[in-house]
């Protein structure tokens, strides 16, 4: 699977960015689509995901629960991360990935068998 991300840049703490993640030849109604970040230094995390039967079925990790919000566009077959109220320790470079894996696993990193490649996003203070 093919996944383009794309949105990042540099942004003041408290401003918003929007990523996008775009794939062509699947739809993410066949997989479960998640975003993790990676921050100089560190081991890529979870960051959310959503469910690729009910796009009304997400999870966040704690450090982004209340201020990122992950959503489908079908149409467009397209997930976006809305990232609002950004915090200079959300600097990393984005991915989106996807997984067949059951969703009871979605918040782990390892399953996820397709990425797509980072979007850098700076919060300065």
């Known amino acids: 699977v093919q996944l383009q991300a794309s949105g990042g840049g540099s942004v003041q703490a408290g401003g918003s960015l929007r990523l996008s993640c775009a794939t062509s030849g699947r739809t993410f109604r066949d997989f479960h689509t998640g975003w993790f970040r990676q921050a100089p230094g560190k081991e890529r995390e979870f960051v959310a995901a959503?469910?690729?039967?009910?796009?009304?079925?997400?999870r966040y990790s704690d450090s982004v629960k209340g201020r990122f919000t992950i959503s489908r566009d079908n149409a467009k077959n397209t997930v976006y991360l809305q990232m609002d109220s950004l915090k200079p320790e959300d600097t990393a470079v984005y991915y989106c990935a996807v997984t067949q894996i059951l969703w009871s696993y979605a918040d782990e990193t390892p399953r996820y068998t397709d990425w797509g490649q980072g979007t850098l996003v700076t919060v300065s203070s």
């Open positions: 959503i469910n690729r039967s009910n796009a009304r079925s997400t």
